[in-house]
């Protein structure tokens, strides 16, 4: 049996996940760890200027990716400064492992007053608990003996493995003198799991268990539980069960959503439209994962707050596949979703509801595929597939908004701004929306056939969108194929995160980002405090904001712009040279108070009245 240490055991498993870079700020008990990293010519750190920063960045990487991302960070201060970042990625279903460099062991069983701890008998075991809920394992080394060669490489891959199973953040602490401690290297030989490939029937059957606590590794069977169905039977009955449905609905539709997209079915969902010549639509969450100016694209569907035409055809329906559903107030508006719950079938990672009825043991992952050749039998025997129509013909049925060219009116309105983006956007551009105006902006706007739509819309943090945009124009660079990352974000939520500007610049990254300049948290003002001061901000000077960041010896180019109308606007985004990512660029636009996408306006009505009446 071969040994190495354990730093080197954690970074080849994060190599095998694909991971190439490594997110972060040193700290004292992180620092050996570091130069392990460091070390290794194929990861990269990318060093953030905070630990908040670090974990957006995280988000916004594995969101690109669609695999793991990991962020370090030291005991106490750092990792607590993480938590608001991985708590989005719990919420909206990603893999990030969260690697904490801890004092050694001993330092910790003898409860020595260290810096960074608490001046409690509980300082040594505090952080870790609070972020237990927010992880779906952790790794506490700290706890474990290090009795055979495999106890703590088992306790790392028990951890990363739920990680990547669930797409959900996982914990480890690594203590210091635990770095170069020998472990047996045979787990390196054991295949880790893919976010998209289906989990095996027992982690199924784990995960699904409402009294399983999320943050543990490992659980012991019932020996007394009564046997259960064998579960290939189970997917086989749902299957039939769904198919039964399909086959005597008149006017079915598949509605796609988030967690369609972290596990990597929207493949399987554009193979079983096409199949059966199914209608399709997208929620705010599950925006893009599909070609939005495929003939058979409905438009994007949240509940009241959906184009009327695409409401009133998704509420007729008498068949609804809802695939990855997460119907959060701002994805389903305000939860307005009316669609029949005897005609609705929901996909969901870890179970499947027919109508009523729940079925624990099955997913999206294990019954999508066998969906597709049961709808086509099916479909045999239908009517035809509703009429295809081009995205000229979407426009005008109010499916999509329509796209603009030509610049209209004196002051930039996001009633003009989002089509004429919408005509801006290419092929394979990366497009990341803050929360607020920004991602209402979009949501009726068709983006290009392979355009990637990065949003935040379960977790809500203003600023995630700066730190997620680094992470997402790093996942397009190392890939190797020439994509615009193109960041939308108001002039408030920039001051949260402004900083990571920076490490774009240091890591050679260069993103198109546009800076809603409306005079402070528009998107507050529409929901309450019209006139409220908590509502305003103090202004920047955004045109001095790369020339501080750059500092004197940056080696990224960079360039700055100020529109203030649809022409000044419409003349930069026409100009070949500014489409070309070869530099770093600001463009701040400026907009009038008080203005919003419509879409943002009736979110706010329906936020205000739901709570009004809670």
Same mark, same amino acid.
């Given at each position: ?149 495999? !106890? ?34 045979? =787990? ?19 995960? !699904? ?8 590794? *490992? ?219 920004? *991602? ?8 290009? *056939? ?25 996942? !397009? ?5 020439? @994509? @615009?990352?193109?960041?939308?974000? =108001? ?112 979110? !706010? ?10």
């Amino acid at each position: 049996m071969s040994q190495i240490e354990l730093a080197t055991y954690i970074v080849e498993r994060l190599k095998q996940c694909g991971v190439k870079q490594v997110f972060g700020v040193p700290g004292d008990y992180n620092l050996a760890f570091l130069d392990y990293i460091e070390g290794d010519p194929a990861l990269e750190w990318v060093g953030n200027a905070n630990e908040l920063n670090a974990a957006y960045a995280a988000d916004g990487y594995a969101r690109v990716k669609g695999s793991l991302a990991v962020v370090v960070t030291t005991f106490g201060v750092g990792e607590l400064s993480a938590l608001c970042g991985i708590a989005g990625s719990l919420a909206e279903r990603l893999p990030v492992l969260h690697i904490v460099g801890a004092p050694s062991r001993k330092m910790q069983s003898g409860k020595a007053l260290l810096h960074h701890t608490l001046n409690l008998d509980t300082s040594f075991s505090a952080f870790a608990n609070m972020s237990a809920p927010l992880s779906c394992a952790q790794a506490l080394l700290n706890d474990i003996e290090p009795s055979t060669p495999t !106890a703590w490489t088992d306790a790392f891959d028990g951890a990363l493995r739920k990680c990547l199973e669930q797409c959900r953040p996982a914990y480890v602490e690594l203590p210091m003198d635990a770095i170069k401690y020998m472990v047996s290297a045979d =787990g390196l030989k054991t295949p880790l799991p893919h976010p998209h490939s289906a989990p095996p029937p027992e982690s199924a059957t784990e995960d !699904a268990s409402p009294d399983r606590p999320m943050n543990t590794v *490992s659980s012991v069977p019932n020996s007394d539980a009564k046997a259960a169905p064998a579960i290939d039977d189970v997917t086989a009955h749902v299957v039939e069960a769904i198919t039964a449905l399909y086959a005597k609905a008149a006017k079915p539709v598949v509605i796609v959503d988030a967690c369609a997209g972290r596990f990597g079915m929207a493949g399987e969902v554009k193979k079983l439209v096409e199949t059966a010549g199914i209608r399709f639509f997208e929620t705010p969450m599950g925006k893009a994962l599909l070609d939005e100016h495929h003939p058979l694209y409905g438009g994007c569907y949240a509940g009241a707050n959906s184009l009327p035409h695409v409401q009133a055809e998704v509420e007729a329906a008498d068949f609804v596949l809802y695939v990855g559903a997460l119907k959060s107030d701002f994805n389903s508006g305000s939860f307005s979703v009316r669609v029949d719950p005897r005609a609705t079938v929901e996909l969901h990672s870890f179970t499947t509801t027919v109508g009523y009825a729940t079925f624990p043991t099955t997913d999206l992952r294990h019954v999508l595929p066998l969906l597709t050749p049961a709808f086509a039998r099916a479909s045999a025997t239908r009517a035809a597939a509703p009429q295809a129509e081009g995205i000229k013909e979407k426009a005008e049925t109010g499916v999509v908004l329509p796209i603009t060219d030509e610049p209209t009116g004196e002051q930039i309105t996001h009633k003009w701004f989002w089509p004429r983006m919408g005509r801006w956007f290419k092929d394979n551009d990366i497009i990341i929306t803050e929360t607020g105006t920004s *991602s209402f902006g979009l949501t009726n706007v068709a983006l290009p *056939s392979k355009a990637t739509y990065v949003a935040q819309i379960l977790w809500g943090a203003i600023g995630w969108s700066v730190g997620a945009a680094l992470g997402c124009a790093l996942a !397009a660079k190392e890939a190797g194929v020439e @994509r @615009r990352t193109a960041l939308f974000v =108001g002039d408030g939520s920039l001051q949260l995160t402004v900083q990571e500007i920076g490490t774009m610049l240091r890591r050679g990254v260069t993103p198109y980002l546009f800076v809603l300049n409306n005079d402070g948290y528009e998107i507050e003002r529409q929901i309450h405090g019209w006139t409220a001061k908590y509502n305003d901000i103090q202004l920047y000077d955004h045109q001095l904001l790369l020339p501080f960041f750059a500092g004197k010896k940056c080696q990224t180019p960079y360039e700055s712009h100020a529109v203030h109308s649809p022409a000044e606007l419409h003349a930069l985004l026409s100009n070949p040279a500014f489409n070309t990512p070869d530099k770093l660029r600001l463009i701040e636009v400026y907009m009038p108070r008080g203005d919003a996408p419509e879409g943002l306006v009736k979110q !706010a009505k329906l936020t205000a009245e739901a709570n009004e009446k809670a």
